[in-house]
Every structure is written in structure tokens, then in C-alpha cells.
């Protein structure tokens, strides 16, 4: 089954620097790849999907990128803000319309 | 935009107890999920459903069921609730494709406390 991997620990940040979130993946690599914002006590949030034969994806001020051979997605939010303070987790998919989550990244942007 | 319904955002309920979860789209979609969440162990799959009256278990089935009679409303059934199943329940949707690029929509959750 597919593993993934996601730092942790809380990324701590400053306003208007460029925070990158990690996720890595083991065994296969999937035909594409999805990034979720949680806020506390509330469910996920779709931001983006990426496809392998993408390298890179853009939505305002969020990048994802896509290594297969690494298995490795990046997530980069350019000019951060405190309202961006939430946990992001990756997902891959794992049967038939069914995703698997990472744990999540703690995402702090201190003004 | 798809909205998805949780019936209740708080519940408590003691040991024993038969409870029921219940959640609602209104897109359309075929497909729903039941996850519980917990520190820790992050988002993990009970069952899942792509079409009315179908279901497949998840990851962690053990001490659920699940009934989905319509294809707007999915209902998770606790049928002898225990310590062990307080948690975060999420409900989400998506909607089938043939290039299986399936974003999920998630409801707001209910948190749910067995004492």
C-alpha cells in the first residue's frame, strides 16, 4: 500500500517569506497527486492537483511541483501571510476513487 | 459550489449507545466517504460508497456500518459505541470521472465524545 510522508513538525515562517511543505511518497508513483488546506476543527480543503506528466502548477500565490523520480511534491505558498496558518496535507491516490492522506504539515506565519 | 452536511458538529454519547452519523451532498456525486481523524494518526478511511446502496470497507471498518439509501445521504452507524471511537468524523464526496482525477469535498465533521 502506499506510504506517504510529511514533515511532522510545525513549519514556523515570518510574513512574506516563501514557506515549502514536503510530501514523499513510497512504491508506486500515482497519475496524480492532490494538496488539502485544514483549518482546526474543520474538514479539508481541495487547493490543487497536479498530474505526473506536470512538472509544475500554479494557483496564485500556491506551486506545486511533481518529482516521480524523487516521489517527492512540493508545496510552496510565495508571499505567506498569517491567514495561511493551517495544516496542508498531500493525498495520492489508492483504489478505486479512494485517496490516501498524508499526516499533515503544520503551517505557522508569524506577522 | 458542492456542500456537504454533517448532522451533528458536537455529539456525546456513552459506551454502549447505538449512534448514527449522518451526512448529505447536494452535488450529485457518487461517491462518499466516512474518515475519522485523530492526533497523530491523520485521516483514516472507515468506508467508502460509490453508489446507492453499495459500500466497501476502508482501513479501520471494525465496530462500524454504513448505509447509504439515497445517493445524497451516507450514514455511519456506531452500533455499540465505545471509548475508543471518540474522535473527529469527517464525511466527504466526490464525483466519479473517467481519468479518476476525484477531488474530495469534505463536510465540516462532528466531533464526537464516548464517555
Known amino acids: 500500500s502506499q506510504k506517504i510522508e510529511q514533515n511532522s513538525e510545525a513549519l514556523n515562517i515570518q510574513e512574506g517569506k516563501t514557506a515549502t511543505l514536503t510530501c514523499n511518497y513510497t512504491n508506486y508513483s500515482p497519475a496524480y497527486l492532490q494538496w488539502y488546506r485544514q483549518d482546526p476543527g474543520r474538514g479539508p480543503v481541495f487547493l490543487l492537483l497536479?498530474?505526473?506528466?506536470?512538472k509544475e502548477k500554479r494557483k496564485e500565490r500556491l506551486k506545486v511541483t511533481f518529482d516521480t523520480t524523487l516521489k517527492q511534491s512540493l508545496f510552496h505558498i510565495t508571499a505567506s501571510q498569517p491567514a495561511d496558518s493551517a495544516t496542508y496535507l498531500c493525498?495520492?491516490?489508492?483504489?478505486?476513487?479512494?485517496?490516501?492522506f498524508g499526516k499533515g504539515t503544520m503551517l505557522l506565519v508569524s506577522p | 459550489d458542492v456542500k456537504v452536511t454533517q448532522s451533528s458538529r458536537y455529539l456525546v454519547k456513552r459506551t454502549g449507545e447505538k449512534v448514527f452519523l449522518e451526512c448529505v451532498q447536494d452535488m450529485d456525486h457518487e461517491n462518499m466517504f466516512w474518515y475519522r481523524q485523530d492526533p497523530g494518526l491523520g485521516l483514516r478511511l472507515i468506508y467508502f460508497s460509490y453508489d446507492v446502496k453499495m459500500k466497501e470497507k476502508g482501513d479501520i471498518p471494525e465496530g462500524y456500518s454504513v448505509s447509504r439509501e439515497k445517493k445524497e445521504r451516507f450514514s455511519l452507524i456506531l452500533e455499540s459505541a465505545s471509548t475508543n471511537q471518540t474522535s473527529m468524523y469527517l464525511c466527504?464526496?466526490?464525483?466519479?470521472?473517467?481519468?479518476?482525477?476525484?477531488?474530495?469535498?469534505f463536510g465540516p465533521g462532528t466531533r464526537l465524545l464516548v464517555l
Open positions: 466527504a464526496s466526490s464525483l466519479s470521472t473517467s481519468g479518476g482525477e476525484e477531488t474530495q469535498y
Open positions: 493525498a495520492l491516490v489508492s483504489g478505486y476513487s479512494t485517496l490516501t
Open positions: 497536479i498530474r505526473e506528466n506536470e
